[in-house]
């Protein structure tokens, strides 16, 4: 995949995303209006109600992952936000460790990471992130990986021996969104943790 590839495929995940979030948050916006009024309750708007929420946050979080992205600062209390609305329908924790704005082109190589650890954890597990200077390090522990040998050894040179699923995208477009930012991943994995440098 090629730099043009990967700003094509940038300015897809943000009209995509663009265009899904408005509709969410007016049947959000709806279930609230009738939550208010008392029209509808009981079992089935709770799971209207969640399964709305879940992708709202799935689609904010996505529009960072893989829309474009300058170096405008995203500060920790949007972060975290963010993040955890997204844990409210996902096994895994997340826990943002850094406190000061950071340039949003670096936030989602970050998420693009979290995305890659998530994988790995179909039984949850925790995922943390951390910089140290301009160094990036996002680790996911759990008691039980499900580790794909292949596609953590491809992630740190964008070239993978299978053909990638859909669900396998955030593996080549981490090391390619790097490499476009001067950057290289590294990749470690032991058997209750995974870990990506960048």
Sequence with gaps: MGASDVNL????????????????GAITNGLELLEMVGAVQ??????????????????????????????????RSEVVE??????????????????????????????????????????????GIATQGSAWT???TADKLNLDTGLWKGVTTGQFANKLSPAQVQFALLPDTASGMGRR?????????VKLRF
């Design 9 to 24: 495929a940038e300015l897809i995940g943000s009209r995509i995303c663009h265009d899904l979030i408005s509709p969410i």
């Design 42 to 75: 009981g079992p089935e708007m709770e799971l209207i109600s969640g399964s709305v929420g879940s992708a709202g946050a799935r689609i904010r979080f996505f529009r960072v992952a893989f829309g474009s992205a300058g170096d405008q600062p995203l500060g």
């Design 82 to 127: 963010l993040l955890k609305d997204l844990e409210r329908a996902s096994r895994v924790r997340i826990t943002w460790n850094l406190s000061e704005p950071v340039p949003r082109n670096q936030v989602k190589l970050a998420f693009l990471a979290i995305m890659c650890c998530e994988s790995a954890m179909p039984f949850g597990g925790e995922v």
């Design 138 to 140: 996002v680790i996911g």
């Design 185 to 193: 991943v590294a990749s470690e994995t032991t058997a209750t943790q």
